[in-house]
């Protein structure tokens, strides 16, 4: 039986030939996740600890940062060598060519006592005073900077201002290398930078001979008991934990994408073992009649299934060490932290190596076991004339009741606002049409194909014929693309409704011609001040909020309150100004407040001007409930919150000043701040919907995989259909098909089954957007669905010209054999 698998393999390598392409491009992809992330984490734990290479202790802030007072302090304990306070935050760089350097730029205090200093210089020196300044060698590099020369830097704390540039360094790989630059300050000036209150943390060098542990008891009692104190080991620990959470993130990620295509395989690999099995029962009849077991025939189909499943998997895992060195490629030039080479280990190895075999065998488990079910008299008929078992009762209804639960999850999600309904729903529904199928799909292919057959005529007659003959196994190639063109549409219309939200959100609640924003952080403390005092500029309001007292105290102004409004239950709006608050509905209501009341509002009175509502809804994790706020003008909210600071301030020119001119005036105040950036309403959609598009583009990369093994499982039905349909076929032009006709044939019943499948995907994919459109909805947001015909409608046509080249191969084979020798083909 043993040589007799390995010789059927022989013999139908040609028919496994595309069942094995699927296994291999799921195992390519399962193996290049893995090289690729075992190459960042490798890369993680060898960066991890970078700039803690001379720290034995480290003393971390917990909610309130750690003075300068207080590193004196450590610094002055007994058997400390030296002590260097440390904090990391956003700055911005201006260019030689007088314009912020793009990129977020990280800031960080470097220590200047020799004994802390892990930085590799690569030019010059580290800054040892104030005034000085180190940036990363490629930002040195392109904009020109020369050492010794002035830099202009600035931060949260206020405007750019002018340091010397006295090194380059290279942070290349490291945590500090986030695709901007790298700025590096003394910890006074990176302070003041920054506008922190107080540094992360204090690093400290032993004196040698000195026990740590002792060291660490001195430095608890000096530091107290809110900060935490690690020693060395610890340290690096929390560097490693730091530096691979975000790696198992997008390790997750990967791994999701990589069982999509996975499952998707199993589908495709799985019929293709039914469609041979079924071709080879006279085969297995004369085995059961020569003496072979049952037993036997199924464990030589196993074997069959798991040389098949190896060798695939060996041909994935050398396809997936290419596609793992290029996404290492792609991350590194798009500047990703986490990028790194790839690393291929003997785990990874065999475990795709077991992978691709098990899932072979699994998958050509079923079909192995229902063809060793054919009595062996039954099984000497023609293969092809016999009609195919339809689905059971108890499959039929099993799948109905699946599928109307999966509908009734996705109903019930926006209802609701649970998230794992949406995933619930979404899986339901597949495992539904997964059992109903072999009667949904059929039934949609004949739908589909009646205009066919009235355009084309016999061809799209046979087609329809063809397709529908064996329902199980049109279900199955069907069922193989809903998968992955389901998830796509999932994306492309949750994207697409997102996007509109947010621009519509944008429209309703930004009234003014220009946005200025933090790039990365808040705005700098003296910046709306200073736009506030160009008599060019009418309006100039920072968006601030505070919680106090369990109200949440909002910065307005006068002239832009009305935009969020959606109602003034009482009092005037004219009559909001300093010394006067507008009250939301929901608060006035439950602390019983009415307009002319005087109420307290963080520990200050305030007369009420007006009880107002507000059409969008509290978000979800407020910490006030949905309703409880107050609005005071910029000018109160700046006395009793000064140190609050915003993301984004509206301003509008002022009456009778042209847009250009306002904008120049703009541009004059945020050029000295390397951290803000100025738009107009039409840019700050884009910025804002911009992560949506590239979070769409690469999700749609990815699945695009599942989508191209579910087409390979296409073609390769159609393939098998077409040697199992060899005399027929041969019959069909010796009566008068043409050729063409043949073609066309083969195309329609392609393009039929593709149809049916992105159909039922685009549906699934549909009803999971709407569901978690629903549910966002409920949290917080004015969401609806919205669905981007053109997009789903250029997945549809893709999928169909993608089918019609997979009928090209399989019409080649069906007219290169001379009818005549079709003929007598057995």
């Given at each position: 039986?043993?040589?007799?698998?390995?010789?059927?393999?022989?013999?139908?390598?040609?028919?496994?030939?595309?069942?094995?392409?699927?296994?291999?491009?799921?195992?390519?992809?399962?193996?290049?996740?893995?090289?690729?992330?075992?190459?960042?984490?490798?890369?993680?734990?060898?960066?991890?600890?970078?700039?803690?290479?001379?720290?034995?202790?480290?003393?971390?802030?917990?909610?309130?940062?750690?003075?300068?007072?207080?590193?004196?302090?450590?610094?002055?304990?007994?058997?400390?060598?030296?002590?260097?306070?440390?904090?990391?935050?956003?700055?911005?760089?201006?260019?030689?060519?007088?314009?912020?350097?793009?990129?977020?730029?990280?800031?960080?205090?470097?220590?200047?006592?020799?004994?802390?200093?892990?930085?590799?210089?690569?030019?010059?020196?580290?800054?040892?005073?104030?005034?000085?300044?180190?940036?990363?060698?490629?930002?040195?590099?392109?904009?020109?900077?020369?050492?010794?020369?002035?830099?202009?830097?600035?931060?949260?704390?206020?405007?750019?201002?002018?340091?010397?540039?006295?090194?380059?360094?290279?942070?290349?790989?490291?945590?500090?290398?986030?695709?901007?630059?790298?700025?590096?300050?003394?910890?006074?000036?990176?302070?003041?930078?920054?506008?922190?209150?107080?540094?992360?943390?204090?690093?400290?060098?032993?004196?040698?001979?000195?026990?740590?542990?002792?060291?660490?008891?001195?430095?608890?009692?000096?530091?107290?008991?809110?900060?935490?104190?690690?020693?060395?080991?610890?340290?690096?620990?929390?560097?490693?934990?730091?530096?691979?959470?975000?790696?198992?993130?997008?390790?997750?990620?990967?791994?999701?994408?990589?069982?999509?295509?996975?499952?998707?395989?199993?589908?495709?690999?799985?019929?293709?073992?039914?469609?041979?099995?079924a071709q080879r029962s006279r085969r297995t009849a004369l085995l059961r009649l020569v003496g072979a077991t049952r037993g036997q025939v199924y464990r030589a189909t196993l074997v069959e299934a798991a040389l098949t499943g190896l060798v695939a998997s060996t041909v994935g895992v050398a396809v997936g060490t290419a596609l793992a060195a290029g996404l290492g490629a792609l991350l590194g030039a798009t500047g990703a932290t986490a990028a790194g080479g790839v690393t291929v280990t003997t785990r990874t190895v065999l475990l795709s190596l077991a992978l691709g075999t098990l899932l072979t065998v699994l998958a050509a488990a079923l079909p192995a076991w229902q063809g060793t079910r054919i009595a062996p008299v039954a099984a000497l008929t023609d293969a092809a004339t016999r009609p195919a078992r339809p689905a059971g009762r108890i499959r039929l209804g099993v799948g109905a009741l699946v599928l109307v639960a999966g509908v009734a999850a996705l109903l019930g999600a926006g209802a609701t606002g649970q998230v794992p309904l949406v995933a619930a729903g979404g899986l339901l529904a597949f495992g539904?049409?997964?059992?109903?199928?072999?009667?949904?799909?059929?039934?949609?292919?004949?739908?589909?194909?009646?205009?066919?057959?009235?355009?084309?005529?016999?061809?799209?007659?046979?087609?329809?014929?063809?397709?529908?003959?064996?329902?199980?196994?049109?279900?199955?190639?069907?069922?193989?693309?809903?998968?992955?063109?389901?998830?796509?549409?999932?994306?492309?219309?949750?994207?697409?409704?997102?996007?509109?939200?947010?621009?519509?959100?944008?429209?309703?609640?930004?009234?003014?011609?220009?946005?200025?924003?933090?790039?990365?952080?808040?705005?700098?403390?003296?910046?709306?001040?200073?736009?506030?005092?160009?008599?060019?500029?009418?309006?100039?309001?920072?968006?601030?909020?505070?919680?106090?007292?369990?109200?949440?105290?909002?910065?307005?102004?006068?002239?832009?309150?009305?935009?969020?409004?959606?109602?003034?239950?009482?009092?005037?709006?004219?009559?909001?100004?300093?010394?006067?608050?507008?009250?939301?509905?929901?608060?006035?209501?439950?602390?019983?407040?009415?307009?002319?009341?005087?109420?307290?509002?963080?520990?200050?009175?305030?007369?009420?001007?007006?009880?107002?509502?507000?059409?969008?809804?509290?978000?979800?994790?407020?910490?006030?409930?949905?309703?409880?706020?107050?609005?005071?003008?910029?000018?109160?909210?700046?006395?009793?919150?000064?140190?609050?600071?915003?993301?984004?301030?509206?301003?509008?020119?002022?009456?009778?000043?042209?847009?250009?001119?306002?904008?120049?005036?703009?541009?004059?105040v945020v050029a000295r701040y390397p951290t803000v950036n100025v738009m107009d309403q039409a840019a700050y959609k884009k910025m804002l919907t911009g992560t949506v598009d590239m979070v769409l583009g690469l999700v749609t990369a990815l699945l695009g995989l599942a989508v191209v093994i579910s087409l390979v499982g296409v073609a390769n039905t159609l393939s098998l259909s077409v040697v199992e349909r060899t005399r027929e076929n041969a019959v069909l032009r010796a009566v008068g098909l043409s050729r063409g006709g043949m073609r066309a044939v083969?195309?329609?019943?392609?393009?039929?089954?593709?149809?049916?499948?992105?159909?039922?995907?685009?549906?699934?994919?549909?009803?999971?957007?709407?569901?978690?459109?629903?549910?966002?909805?409920?949290?917080?947001?004015?969401?609806?669905?919205?669905?981007?015909?053109?997009?789903?409608?250029?997945?549809?046509?893709?999928?169909?010209?993608?089918?019609?080249?997979?009928?090209?191969?399989?019409?080649?084979?069906?007219?290169?054999?001379?009818?005549?020798?079709?003929?007598?083909?057995?």
């Amino acid at each position: 039986m043993l040589r007799l698998t390995l010789r059927q393999i022989r013999a139908d390598g040609l028919r496994l030939l595309l069942s094995s392409l699927a296994v291999v491009l799921g195992v390519a992809f399962v193996a290049g996740t893995l090289m690729v992330t075992d190459g960042m984490r490798a890369g993680a734990y060898a960066r991890a600890g970078a700039f803690d290479r001379h720290t034995d202790l480290a003393a971390y802030a917990g909610r309130v940062p750690l003075s300068p007072a207080l590193v004196d302090r450590v610094r002055a304990v007994d058997g400390v060598a030296a002590a260097a306070g440390e904090l990391t935050g956003s700055a911005g760089v201006v260019g030689a060519d007088g314009r912020p350097v793009l990129g977020y730029a990280v800031l960080a205090a470097i220590p200047t006592e020799p004994a802390l200093q892990s930085y590799d210089v690569v030019a010059g020196r580290l800054p040892q005073r104030a005034g000085e300044l180190v940036l990363d060698e490629k930002t040195v590099a392109e904009q020109r900077f020369t050492l010794g020369g002035p830099v202009s830097v600035g931060g949260v704390g206020g405007a750019a201002r002018a340091y010397t540039l006295v090194g380059a360094v290279d942070v290349a790989g490291t945590s500090r290398d986030v695709g901007g630059p790298f700025i590096g300050l003394v910890g006074a000036d990176a302070l003041a930078v920054g506008g922190d209150g107080g540094y992360g943390r204090i690093m400290v060098a032993a004196r040698p001979g000195v026990d740590t542990r002792a060291l660490a008891d001195r430095v608890r009692a000096v530091v107290g008991p809110g900060v935490t104190v690690r020693d060395r080991a610890a340290v690096l620990d929390a560097a490693v934990a730091d530096a691979v959470r975000d790696l198992r993130q997008f390790e997750l990620l990967l791994g999701t994408f990589a069982a999509v295509a996975v499952v998707v395989a199993g589908f495709v690999i799985a019929n293709t073992f039914a469609i041979v099995l079924a071709q080879r029962s006279r085969r297995t009849a004369l085995l059961r009649l020569v003496g072979a077991t049952r037993g036997q025939v199924y464990r030589a189909t196993l074997v069959e299934a798991a040389l098949t499943g190896l060798v695939a998997s060996t041909v994935g895992v050398a396809v997936g060490t290419a596609l793992a060195a290029g996404l290492g490629a792609l991350l590194g030039a798009t500047g990703a932290t986490a990028a790194g080479g790839v690393t291929v280990t003997t785990r990874t190895v065999l475990l795709s190596l077991a992978l691709g075999t098990l899932l072979t065998v699994l998958a050509a488990a079923l079909p192995a076991w229902q063809g060793t079910r054919i009595a062996p008299v039954a099984a000497l008929t023609d293969a092809a004339t016999r009609p195919a078992r339809p689905a059971g009762r108890i499959r039929l209804g099993v799948g109905a009741l699946v599928l109307v639960a999966g509908v009734a999850a996705l109903l019930g999600a926006g209802a609701t606002g649970q998230v794992p309904l949406v995933a619930a729903g979404g899986l339901l529904a597949f495992g539904g049409i997964v059992a109903f199928g072999p009667v949904l799909v059929p039934a949609l292919v004949r739908a589909l194909g009646a205009p066919v057959r009235a355009v084309v005529g016999a061809p799209g007659t046979l087609a329809v014929a063809n397709a529908v003959r064996n329902p199980r196994r049109v279900a199955a190639t069907a069922t193989a693309m809903v998968i992955g063109i389901g998830l796509v549409s999932a994306f492309v219309v949750g994207a697409g409704s997102v996007k509109t939200g947010i621009e519509r959100a944008v429209d309703a609640r930004i009234g003014v011609d220009f946005l200025v924003t933090g790039i990365g952080g808040e705005l700098p403390a003296p910046l709306a001040g200073e736009l506030a005092a160009r008599p060019e500029l009418g309006v100039v309001h920072e968006q601030r909020s505070r919680v106090s007292d369990g109200v949440q105290v909002r910065a307005a102004h006068p002239a832009l309150v009305r935009r969020t409004l959606s109602a003034v239950d009482a009092g005037d709006l004219g009559a909001f100004g300093p010394g006067s608050v507008l009250v939301h509905r929901e608060l006035a209501a439950a602390r019983g407040w009415t307009v002319g009341d005087t109420v307290t509002v963080a520990g200050r009175p305030f007369r009420v001007a007006a009880v107002v509502a507000e059409d969008r809804p509290a978000l979800a994790g407020s910490p006030v409930p949905d309703g409880h706020v107050v609005d005071v003008v910029d000018a109160d909210f700046t006395r009793f919150f000064p140190t609050e600071r915003g993301h984004l301030a509206e301003v509008d020119p002022a009456a009778g000043v042209d847009v250009d001119v306002a904008r120049a005036a703009v541009e004059s105040v945020v050029a000295r701040y390397p951290t803000v950036n100025v738009m107009d309403q039409a840019a700050y959609k884009k910025m804002l919907t911009g992560t949506v598009d590239m979070v769409l583009g690469l999700v749609t990369a990815l699945l695009g995989l599942a989508v191209v093994i579910s087409l390979v499982g296409v073609a390769n039905t159609l393939s098998l259909s077409v040697v199992e349909r060899t005399r027929e076929n041969a019959v069909l032009r010796a009566v008068g098909l043409s050729r063409g006709g043949m073609r066309a044939v083969l195309a329609v019943e392609a393009v039929l089954t593709a149809s049916v499948g992105t159909l039922l995907g685009v549906a699934l994919g549909v009803g999971v957007a709407a569901g978690a459109m629903a549910v966002v909805a409920r949290i917080g947001g004015d969401f609806t669905l919205v669905l981007p015909w053109g997009r789903l409608g250029l997945i549809v046509a893709v999928a169909v010209l993608a089918a019609l080249l997979a009928s090209v191969l399989p019409a080649r084979r069906a007219l290169s054999r001379p009818v005549v020798a079709s003929l007598g083909a057995d």
